[in-house]
């Protein structure tokens, strides 16, 4: 390889560690961690499906396909799940209705990960539940909601944001149309 050649491919290389080695600084400098749509869309899709029993397990139903919305408007995500309904042990896998939920997000520094915050049912469409009633239905996707709120996050940091946030207070958590930037405060 002529010299010249080589000499402008070092020259690249030391150029390109140099930007990374500079993003990755101004990273670890910076107030704020940015987690992407398709971060928490991979983080969701590996949750789901996810089963839950009622009446004694006498009813199952089975949460599926979530779909993720930003809603920068409202500061808050958006959520589309398929639903399967099953009684005395029948099988849910087979989506047979849909409902939509919206919610804002909270820090949970215990789990080092975003939990929901305030979540409601926007709309809810399971034909199986039908004759419970619109209202009955949209109680039990809340009392679920709830559950999922407390116990269940959405998003669960990475150990290099972990350490970035560990004894730091979050200033702030904004829903943007690129994803959330969560906005790191100075200390607990």
Sequence with gaps: MPRRLTFRLAIA??????LVACSTVGDLLSNRV?????????QLDRRF?????K???MVSVRVMHPRLRLQPERHRLQLDFDAGVAAFGSDPSTPRGHFTISSGLRFDPAAMALML???????ADIPAFAGMGQGAIESLLNQWLQDEARN????RFSASDQDKLRGRSIANI???ASGLQVKLGSGK
């Design 13 to 18: 290389a030391l150029l390109s560690l140099a």
């Design 34 to 42: 940015t987690v992407s749509p398709e971060q928490l869309q991979s």
């Design 49 to 53: 499906p996810r089963d839950y029993r």
């Design 55 to 57: 009446l004694g397990g």
């Design 117 to 123: 915050d305030a979540p409601m049912v926007e709309r």
């Design 152 to 155: 269940d996050p959405v998003y």
């Design 174 to 176: 904004d829903v943007t």
